[in-house]
């Protein structure tokens, strides 16, 4: 598959018109460097050859930050070298980078738009705008670009339409891992009948993925649409529903999918607040039995002075087709904790709890997996300039595919220096 484009340079000309005669920004600039030393006990997440090994990382990282009347631009670039003490035939440099900006072209309409880019071996990487892939295993490199345009238009003072389009590119140096590209144009429109009291929600997208070897080329067609009530300014009921058009290029079988959901949104205060929402989904296939399935979603969030705690829950089914395994049709259901404390005016520390199970059903495909994840970490502020952080997370996946299985410990301690207030000029 080709290369990764140079989208950023691209992207860049689209929004040239921010600087114009008499043009006035504010320019924030933060160098930082980090150091850490990460160990694993399961290098490549393999249960039948663990291998243990010691990673030091150098990240220096650049973030700028431009701001107009009318627009901004935010840039980061993060190069790192990883070097491995076991298995030093996997040293890379990585690189990761943002470019993000937007502008308001009038009182109605405004333009954006993200481009980020990823280059690593950690096969969990964790990117802005780039979720992990819990499928993938080695350590060979690869690379992750994700371009975003957007534009919202406000034409009235109780709707507003919008439209956006995005391209993704996986590139993998490793030739036993497909490469794909997708497509994903979508647009939506809002609307208050009743202002700020009942509105309509309609929302539209088409998505296409080309992979470089023998998956067939998908095609997804998805719109869904949704009642508002808004109650009072804490509380908000909203009824949606929404369908999904799966093909293919070839044999593999052609199926839709409907959901239906009802839920609500209560915001007591700036420190309590609590979501829900339950409902179900039928995948029906051309032929065959289908999949009929729980959706929902929970989420309950407190926070102190010095505290915040966040419930979650979330149920329903994803294309797993689009990760770096193409496994199937995914059905899916997982909880999760988060507790932050702050110790003192100094210390910080984090702890996280995660259950999930994936069940892949159609095809043939007969698999489950369930992964448990623990995580405890800490923060320190030496001093205004230089901050330690120290981590341990502990990984279980079980599958009925025993080949899938992996345990793994893994403890990280970071040291990062950074100007204790970002660079600024004014032009």
Request: one cysteine or more.
């Amino acid at each position: 598959m080709k290369s990764i484009p140079t989208v950023s340079l691209f992207l860049v000309s689209l929004f040239q018109f921010i600087t114009f005669p008499g043009f006035s920004a504010t320019v924030d600039f933060d160098p930082s460097l980090a150091i850490s030393e990460t160990y694993t006990d399961n290098l490549e997440l393999d249960q039948t050859n663990p291998m243990e090994d010691w990673i030091t990382l150098i990240s220096p990282t650049f973030t700028a930050h431009l701001e107009t009347e009318t627009g901004e631009l935010n840039f980061a670039l993060k190069p790192e070298y990883s070097i491995y003490a076991a298995y030093p035939e996997y040293n890379t440099l990585r690189l990761s980078s943002s470019l993000s900006g937007g502008k308001k072209m009038s009182k109605r309409m405004e333009l954006s738009f993200q481009n980020t880019f990823s280059r690593t071996e950690e096969p969990r990487a964790k990117e802005e705008d780039i979720e992990p892939d819990e499928t993938r295993r080695g350590r060979e490199p690869f690379n992750t670009n994700i371009a975003k345009l957007a534009a919202a238009y406000q034409f009235s003072k109780y709707g507003g339409l919008t439209a956006g389009y995005a391209h993704t590119i996986l590139d993998n140096e490793d030739p036993e891992q497909e490469d794909r590209q997708s497509h994903n144009p979508s647009t939506g429109l809002v609307y208050w009948a009743a202002p700020n009291k009942m509105g309509i929600r309609l929302q539209f997208s088409y998505l296409r993925t080309e992979f470089s070897d023998d998956s067939e080329t998908l095609n997804q067609r998805s719109g869904s649409m949704a009642l508002i009530l808004r109650i009072s300014e804490h509380l908000e009921y909203l009824f949606q529903y929404g369908r999904v058009y799966t093909r293919f290029s070839g044999d593999t079988e052609n199926y839709e999918v409907d959901e239906f959901m009802a839920g609500v949104d209560w915001k007591e205060s700036r420190t309590i607040q609590v979501k829900a929402g339950f409902g179900f989904f039928q995948q029906t296939p051309e032929s065959g039995e289908g999949v009929t399935g729980l959706m929902a979603n929970l989420m309950f969030d407190k926070s102190g002075k010095h505290w915040q705690a966040r419930i979650s829950g979330d149920a329903g089914y994803t294309h797993s087709y689009l990760e770096s395994e193409n496994a199937a049709f995914d059905w899916f259901h997982e909880t999760g904790c988060y507790l932050q404390l702050e110790l003192s005016r100094r210390w910080e520390s984090r702890f996280e709890a995660k259950y999930r199970q994936d069940i892949y059903e159609p095809e043939g495909v007969n698999r489950k997996d369930r992964l448990f994840q623990l995580y405890a970490g800490a923060n320190y502020q030496v001093k205004e300039w230089l901050e330690m952080e120290c981590g341990y997370e502990h990984r279980i996946l079980n599958s009925n595919e025993d080949e899938n299985d992996y345990t793994e410990n893994r403890g990280e301690v970071k040291f990062s220096v950074y100007p204790s207030d970002p660079l600024r000029w004014f032009w």
